[in-house]
């Protein structure tokens, strides 16, 4: 007999896969929805696997109708165009009519606009091919390039085709290619039909190209089905269902675990499935399975300073700078003077600063997500996070709000059951403060000189813990809201004592796992001591070692090294002896997109100071923001529990205007973005 309490958790969690699975269906039309408005209605995967069975059918028949047509015909226009279907090749041709006839019924085109479509992008596909066998070097640059849209693909193909003079259709001839195809599409793949409509504009019936009713009932099943597998997963507020087979699920309904399987990726289930029964895999599986049930809790102190530091718009600076920005970016004006030069330099900044303003949007609505999640967590003392396997065997939650995100995220977690700390359990919260702070790079130092080092700073963590609003030096460490919460734990650790039971999850990063797993298995020491397997004074750094070999091959005479490609992780491929240019300027400005190269400088350092002068972050330019405040000593405008970013708190509780994108209590959809956003001046 279940308690009133656990049946009423598990409505709540029952409520909660409900949500998740509606959530998941309201995505997916959202983004066919979006799809529709771009015209890539064809892009969707229910439509390109509907159009992907009838490929089959259709090419052989295309190609075999434009044969006979050809060899009926002796000469003419039509003769020429129909040797264009076989040149680009029949399967091609089908799948440009497939693309543009699904197009063209989205969009209400008529027949006769949809067979010119297929024309026109026969035509480029033969353009296309004619420029790979002229310059194949263009090609590759022209098709190679990331982050280049089809529609500039196709301008540049236009424009090579222009250059070299290349044959152009008519729209008699498009009409005609087109025609061919549409006419194979309609015999051959049961997908569509003809059927005539009235237009009040030509005062007569018009064709136009439709899907079958079969066709349409397919596609909304297809439709229906995948909006199904793509719940947005979420943690569970009652233990997961422990893994037992490959598929299954650790949720508790059938809808929210339609596409939980136990190894995500590449995988075979059958071989897993065999693997489970024979026994070879109940270690993975105990291991995951521990994991999995391994109870949490919000931090609820935590979440309240990142959410002051969100409302305070102090994401994105010096120390904060994975934390979202609360305010959008004002594009720079034009002036009516400006020169050619400053023109499409504005220009070009003005693309940077959109891109950015975006990149703002989405993580704000990330970060209000995160935070609508944290909130309802932490009406419960336990909550849980399922995970499963990868193809190479690594282990992650599943939902997406998890302890491996975000500093501002993960520092949220904390154990629900509390363990005493015991004698020995401080020296592993010093060691937590050493690593998430990384001041005068103590965390490369052995532990007892962690230890030493956090002693000798405790009453400073103990202030911080005490009024992290006024004593703001954890701003400047390297993980600021991981190192908050260690100084909460240190607080109440000296407090209460050896008998403090500490829910601080402590960070123990593996060591390069891969050469750990070779150096073991080849007994090699060397390398093992580089992986820190074996008893050292100090911690070793592999990739340390392997930049200074590097760097002593370039000294000794090798920077013209030649460039050549080795192979890289999971099948890609680097290149070295590529030396590469400073990017100090560029690694000091947050969440430029593009790394900032084409901004302008002043405006960049403008962003990053939000509206002060250049470099402006609260520290003097050079400083360290990393380092504590034992190492500004001797500054006057900077000492402990005042730095800069304090002064701009100061400055916020004094009436100063922080231009903020709405509270995280408002439901995180993308119409609040046009709703409340104010801009800034940069």
Not at 74 to 92: I, W
Not at 612 to 617: C, D, F, I, Q, T
Not at 651 to 677: I, M, T, Y
Request: aromatic share 6%.
């Amino acid at each position: 007999m279940l308690s009133e309490e656990t049946q009423r958790l598990i409505e709540d969690q029952v409520e909660r896969e409900e949500g998740m699975v509606q959530a998941g269906i309201d995505r997916f039309r959202d983004g066919l929805e979006d799809l529709a408005r771009r015209n890539e209605g064809s892009k969707s995967k229910p439509t390109r696997r509907l159009l992907a069975a009838a490929l089959p059918e259709a090419g052989p028949y295309l190609h075999a109708q434009a044969l006979a047509y050809e060899s009926q015909t002796k000469s003419g226009k039509r003769l020429r165009t129909v040797r264009g279907v076989l040149e680009v090749g029949a399967e091609a041709a089908v799948v440009i009519g497939l693309k543009c006839a699904f197009q063209g019924i989205s969009n209400h085109l008529d027949l006769r606009a949809i067979c010119l479509n297929i024309g026109r992008e026969v035509q480029i596909q033969l353009w296309a091919c004619s420029l790979r066998k002229d310059d194949p070097k263009r090609f590759a640059r022209i098709f190679k390039a990331k982050n280049t849209t089809v529609r500039r693909k196709k301008l540049s193909i236009e424009r090579q085709a222009e250059e070299r003079e290349y044959e152009h259709w008519s729209h008699a001839d498009e009409l005609r290619v087109g025609a061919v195809i549409v006419n194979a599409l309609l015999v051959s793949t049961g997908i569509f039909q003809t059927e005539s409509r009235y237009s009040h504009q030509h005062g007569h019936n018009i064709k136009f190209l439709a899907l079958t009713a079969d066709a349409s009932e397919c596609l909304q099943e297809l439709h229906e089905l995948l909006s199904l597998t793509r719940p947005l997963y979420r943690p569970m507020v009652v233990p997961p269902t422990p893994w037992k087979a490959y598929e299954g699920g650790p949720y508790i309904t059938d809808a929210a675990n339609l596409r939980t399987v136990l190894v995500r990726g590449r995988a075979s289930p059958k071989l897993i499935n065999s693997a489970i029964e024979s026994g070879d895999m109940s270690e993975a599986l105990g291991a995951i399975n521990t994991l999995q049930s391994t109870a949490y809790r919000i931090n609820t102190r935590v979440l309240e300073v990142v959410e002051w530091a969100w409302k305070l718009d102090l994401g994105g600076q010096e120390g904060l700078k994975k934390l979202p920005r609360a305010s959008l970016v004002d594009l720079p004006e034009i002036p009516e003077d400006a020169s050619e030069d400053q023109v499409r330099q504005l220009k070009k900044d003005r693309k940077e600063l959109r891109e950015l303003n975006r990149a703002i949007e989405a993580g704000a609505l990330a970060f209000h997500t995160a935070m609508l999640e944290a909130k309802e967590l932490a009406s419960y003392d336990r909550f849980y996070l399922p995970h499963n396997f990868d193809f190479r065997g690594r282990v992650y939650p599943i939902p997406h709000f998890n302890h491996q995100r975000e500093d501002y995220i993960s520092a949220l977690f904390e154990f629900s059951d509390g363990v005493p700390l015991g004698q020995h359990g401080h020296k592993w919260l010093a060691n937590q403060l050493a690593s998430t702070s990384e001041w005068e790079e103590v965390h490369k130092r052995p532990l007892q000189e962690r230890v030493a080092w956090a002693e000798r700073r405790s009453e400073q963590f103990i202030s911080i813990a005490r009024d992290p609003y006024t004593n703001t030096e954890w701003i400047t460490a390297a993980k600021p809201f991981g190192f908050l919460s260690g100084c909460y734990e240190w607080m109440e650790a000296h407090r209460v004592g050896p008998n403090y039971a500490s829910r601080l999850p402590i960070a123990l990063d593996g060591s390069n796992s891969g050469i750990q797993h070779y150096s073991a298995a080849l007994r090699s020491r060397p390398d093992a001591v580089l992986v820190n397997l074996t008893d050292t004074e100090y911690p070793q750094d592999l990739y340390s070692a392997v930049a200074g070999r590097v760097l002593g091959n370039l000294e000794g005479g090798h920077e013209d090294a030649e460039r050549r490609p080795l192979p890289g992780p999971y099948g890609g491929s680097i290149l070295v002896g590529e030396r590469k240019e400073p990017v100090d300027e560029v690694r000091g400005t947050p969440q430029t997109v593009g790394n900032g190269r084409g901004l302008s400088l002043a405006y960049r350092d403008s962003i990053d100071s939000r509206g002060g002068p250049p470099n402006s972050n609260g520290l003097q330019p050079g400083t360290d923001p990393r380092r504590g405040p034992n190492d500004v000593s001797g500054r006057e405008d900077v000492t402990p529990g005042n730095s800069g970013i304090s002064g701009r708190v100061q400055q916020s509780r004094n009436g100063g205007k922080v231009q903020q994108l709405p509270s995280c209590d408002v439901d995180p959809k993308r119409k609040w973005l046009s709703q409340g956003v104010t801009r800034k001046t940069v």
